[in-house]
């Protein structure tokens, strides 16, 4: 008897992730051992509450698969869920694996970055414990790029390839007055700054760069970041500085502590970040009577699939299609990876590591690629990241608009 | 004996504004009558402190007629200068016209916006006054649309078309998760509501659209606004609202007023604003309960080359050529302009009209385009802007990254 398996999708939107979708759709509904395709609707938490649809009703042809590619977000809708202890609590577990059961599920893959790995983890684990045969596959997906294991993530790609282009249109659009100016953006990345240093690859034959870079991985000092930008400033006019929303300093409080809309917490405890950018802004005109304009990317970095990277579109396809072939295969409790074999010409191969040293542990940009003063050495940032922003997925557009694929308006 | 051209560039970067330029370039350089194209840097008020070029050692072929196209910001470099009137300050004029004889310029073209067609109008009308037979002429550009006697302006196509497409995908984003959520995002426009108007194009077969639209053409009532996001957010879980920056309440204040950053006045006495969608995302999560999020374009949605209407930059390029064929004609004290001949199909026709009918109004969204909750009526809006954002000029793209054409790095 053929089996199905069960696909869902957690954490941010990216730009990448229904493109691993797309792949996972592709090679299921090609295998002559598997049935149906089910997708669950917002993650295991929809699926708790019988939230799932048969996808073969969605994607019904290789132009479906193609849009599917070019859609941001999550197709399938996603969720912030953790799964408890199942030593503690396991009636979450119990409902998942009826459920599992009763639709002859075989084959769990679920896409997602930190927190959705720690899912696939307890859900592997307990499948051990219950000697169920249900295979768990993770499959990586974060602009973050802070999973270990994995020389990259699905969604690091296009997010930097967004960053990199829009911080050289700001940087132009910086430049157009005569007159002293400084313009702050602030790029998504809690602990991880490795968004952030995309905006080092503005840098070109036709473009300054950007001038000054902070990441997170580094405590920020104020008082140099205004010495470092009233320098600049002086003998080059515009300026233009990328931080990490997250940066810190030395009392371990966010540059935009205090500020309105910040340090709510979601669900999984993690601090919402805002008013990083506005506030180092507000100081650089206060302290250096300099005019100063605060940017924040926001969801725009996440979100824009017209300017796609198309190696990450690629790869994150890829990804979707092996995980398939290795929950086939009979893996489980693993996430799919990839490795860098070379970087020119680039080449990377994907496998499989196991789920329990990857969930819930985090990979930050290392500390030799960050100088002494907190800024960033653009030329390890640029040979890491320039082969994963290559090539360009044209978005399908109807009048002028960006066209994707929906299950609900 | 040939003459030389002079052309400037003035006000806010648009996408558009080099596109102009290449046109002017091109034209001017293609003619038997005409010798140099000078170029000023940094508008008029560079002129005045001598700074030019001759832009035949910036462009020299026809692909870089192509890449000045796709560079946003402005080419030559920007002001926002006001002359005085002369009949009381003509120290600025005798400079200028100094200058222009000097260098044997017999035609001066200006792109910009409301302010500098102020320029032109005071140069145009200093020259007649000195009965001097240089010939002045406007080209418009600005995102904000606000420009008298033309249909539209050069720039307005692709900044809109970066908003509904952005808008989109920021619509996808947002319903990500099962959970109740508004996203308001904060659009360009100070008293014209064009830009914000641009965000009803989300609406399409794949899309709900923007659930709620407010321009700055009506007065904002705080109190209607949450009573209809309350009412929005209880069926349809996420919202998405787009708000223009310079919305007002009925006490004429701005909704961002006393917030930090705004209220800092540029040097043509316009309020800086920003804050409003913040303040009005605190507002949500603080009187309804609902998560929220605000979003601000701020200037990447004037300097977003790599996704401009084609449609915007062919016709700014066109206005930039028949400019130079208007002055060789003998034309001065004229703005081009754009008149809708036909919506469906789409033709313009491009001809000139009286500076001094056009400098110092301003064009807002008609009265009957809005309905009387302040909201907007799609249908009207979505037939104006449509043809506008047709078309996509793909960006020229380096190792992932666009490319620009620029003076110095």
Chains 1, 2 share one sequence.
């Not at 398939?324 to 295969?329: G, L, M, R």
């Not at 799919?336 to 990857?358: D, G, M, Q, W």
């Amino acid at each position: 008897m053929r089996a199905n398996i069960l696909v869902g999708q957690s954490g941010g939107p990216t730009a990448a992730i229904n493109a691993t979708l797309a792949g996972v759709y592709k090679a299921a509904s090609e295998r002559k051992d598997i049935n149906i395709v089910y997708g669950m609707r917002y993650g295991i938490k929809g699926f708790i509450d019988s939230k799932y649809i048969d996808l073969s009703s969605y994607i019904k042809n290789d132009f479906d698969i193609e849009l599917l590619k070019r859609t941001p977000s999550s197709f399938l809708g996603s969720c912030r869920y953790r799964l408890k202890d199942f030593n503690t609590d396991d009636s979450d577990y119990k409902i998942i694996f009826n459920k599992l059961n009763e639709l002859n599920i075989k084959y769990v893959l679920y896409i997602g970055g930190n927190d959705s790995m720690d899912t696939i983890k307890k859900l592997s684990n307990y499948a051990e414990l219950i000697q169920s045969d249900i295979r768990f596959i993770g499959v990586p997906k974060t602009i973050d790029n802070d999973l270990v294991m994995t020389d990259h993530t699905p969604g690091y790609g296009s997010a930097a390839k967004y960053i990199s282009s829009t911080m050289k249109e700001i940087i132009r659009d910086s430049k157009v007055y005569d007159i002293k100016s400084a313009t702050v953006v602030e790029i998504m990345g809690r602990n991880a700054g490795w968004l952030t240093a995309a905006a080092a690859l503005a840098e070109d034959d036709d473009c300054s760069g950007t001038d000054m870079i902070y990441l997170p991985e580094k405590v920020f000092d104020t008082d140099k970041f205004l010495a470092r930008a009233n320098e600049l400033i002086s003998s080059r006019h515009n300026i233009v500085i990328a931080v990490s929303e997250g940066i810190k300093t030395a009392d371990n409080k966010y540059v935009c502590d205090g500020l309105s809309g910040a340090g709510q917490a979601d669900c999984f405890g993690h601090t919402m970040l805002c008013g990083t950018a506005l506030a180092l802004s507000d100081k650089i005109t206060s302290e250096l009577g300099v005019k100063s304009r605060g940017i924040v990317l926001s969801t725009l970095q996440r979100c824009a699939s017209h300017i796609a990277s198309l190696t990450d579109i690629n790869e994150s396809f890829c990804a979707g299609m092996k995980a398939v072939d290795f929950a086939a295969e009979g893996k489980t409790g693993v996430m799919v990876i990839f490795s860098r074999i070379s970087n020119s010409p680039y080449h990377i191969t994907i496998s499989t590591e196991n789920i329990n040293l990857i969930a819930n542990a985090e990979k930050t940009v290392p500390n030799d690629w960050i100088n002494d003063d907190g800024t960033i050495d653009n030329i390890q940032v640029s040979q890491y990241i320039s082969p994963l922003i290559t090539g360009e997925l044209a978005p399908y557009m109807v009048n002028g608009i960006v066209r994707h694929l929906v299950i609900e308006k």
